[in-house]
Structures are given as structure tokens and as C-alpha cells.
């Protein structure tokens, strides 16, 4: 029994010494990996919000308006102004019948809608500069903002607008981020801001009675 406690002591003896012998002497300074300051934010992206090399670039339209409307028509239907979706969205920019309706493209049909370039892009202008009106005050209010790590422009705000409707970009920028929304592929207002954001749209005009004009 003797010789089983001294073997026991022994062996603790020379794991105590192991241990001290591993032990570091000098304390760790913790403070320079502090991540103060850093946009740690992160969503994982949807299947359809990952980059697959196929972004619209554009040297020679750059951030310029013609730039922005080209790049959200090259995401929305690859600038196919014949585009019908499953979900029967129309044309280059994906409109549904009742943003068409609020524009005041009524009694016209699919087809004609589809073959009719020039009335798409009046659809698109009209859009923005309704949407433009109601989010006037939150595009004040919010530009250069950062949300959910993504710096708020107003070609990022007018952007998302065209994808959930102004209401929930309301909701989103009000909220701090926090009311988010997705379309019926997943894609998100924060994708939509970061994606076109920075481009210029100075080029459109407010109007809270924006209408289509047929000729």
C-alpha cells in the first residue's frame, strides 16, 4: 500500500513539473486583436445573390444613370426586353400588372407590352421617379448611412424600391435594417443597396403623380 502511494506521489511530482515547464511566463496582450472599429457584419448570401462573374460592367456608362438602369435590367432579366418570368413578371425590368396599373399602362396587352422597347423604359423611369417622391425623406435622411454593413445610397435605396416596392424599403431603412425583405427568389433590399449602390441618379426627377405617357 506504501509503495502505491509513493508511486502515486512520483507521478504527480512529474506531471506538476511538465506542467510548470510548459506553462508561459510571459502574459499575452490581448488588446491589439481588438476588433473595435471593424464591420464585422455578414449574411450568407441566397443561391441567386452569389456574384457568378456574369455582373453587368460598363466602362463607357460608368455610374451614370443609363449605367444604373442597365445594370438593374442586366440582373432582372439579362437586358431581354421579351423576358417573361414564372412568376409572369414582364420585359427587361420584370414589371408586374399592378406597378404597370399604378404607371397607368392599362388595356395593352402582354405581347404588345413586350414588343414595345421605348414603352418599357418609360415604365422604368416612371417607377423610379414615383418611388423617388414617396422615399424623398428617407433618401435624406438615410444616404451615407451604413446598414446590415452596407453604405445607403440613393441609387441603392431606388434600386431595392424597383425589387420590393417602396413600402418595404420604408420598413427596412426606418428599421435600422431590422424589417428586412426577399423576393420569390430570396433576393434581399440588401443585396439590391449594395449591388447599385453609388451610381447617379440625380437624373430623376420626384413625382409623386408619375404616369406613363403613351404616344
Known amino acids: 500500500m506504501i509503495k ?10 512529474i506531471g506538476g513539473v511538465l506542467l510548470v515547464s510548459f506553462t508561459t511566463k510571459k502574459s499575452i496582450d490581448l488588446a491589439s486583436y481588438s476588433t473595435a472599429g471593424l464591420d464585422l457584419y455578414y449574411v450568407a448570401p441566397n443561391f441567386n445573390e452569389i456574384e457568378d462573374g456574369g455582373t453587368f460592367v460598363s466602362p463607357e456608362l460608368g455610374k451614370s444613370y443609363v449605367g ?12 431581354d426586353y421579351g423576358v417573361v418570368n414564372q412568376f409572369g413578371y414582364l420585359g427587361k425590368y420584370q414589371f408586374g400588372k399592378g406597378t404597370l396599373d399604378l ?3 392599362r388595356n395593352i396587352s402582354k405581347n404588345d407590352f413586350l414588343n414595345n422597347p421605348k414603352l418599357q423604359e418609360k415604365a422604368f423611369y416612371a417607377n423610379l421617379s414615383r418611388n ?3 422615399l424623398r425623406r428617407d433618401i435624406k435622411w438615410s444616404e451615407g448611412k451604413r446598414i446590415n454593413g452596407v453604405v445607403v445610397t440613393e441609387s441603392g435605396i431606388l434600386a431595392a424600391a424597383h425589387l420590393s416596392g417602396p413600402g418595404a424599403v420604408k420598413k427596412y431603412l426606418r428599421s435600422g435594417g431590422v424589417e428586412g425583405f426577399s423576393d420569390a427568389f430570396g433576393t434581399t433590399i440588401r443585396y439590391y443597396m449594395k449591388r447599385f449602390g453609388g451610381y447617379d441618379t440625380s437624373f430623376v426627377v420626384p413625382d409623386r ?7
Open 4 to 13: 502505491r502511494i509513493i508511486g502515486l506521489s512520483i507521478l504527480l511530482t
Open 68 to 79: 444604373f438602369k442597365e445594370a438593374v435590367a442586366f440582373k432582372e432579366s439579362r437586358g
Open 103 to 105: 404607371l397607368g399602362v
Open 132 to 134: 423617388k417622391w414617396i
Open 209 to 215: 403623380k408619375a404616369k406613363v405617357v403613351l404616344l
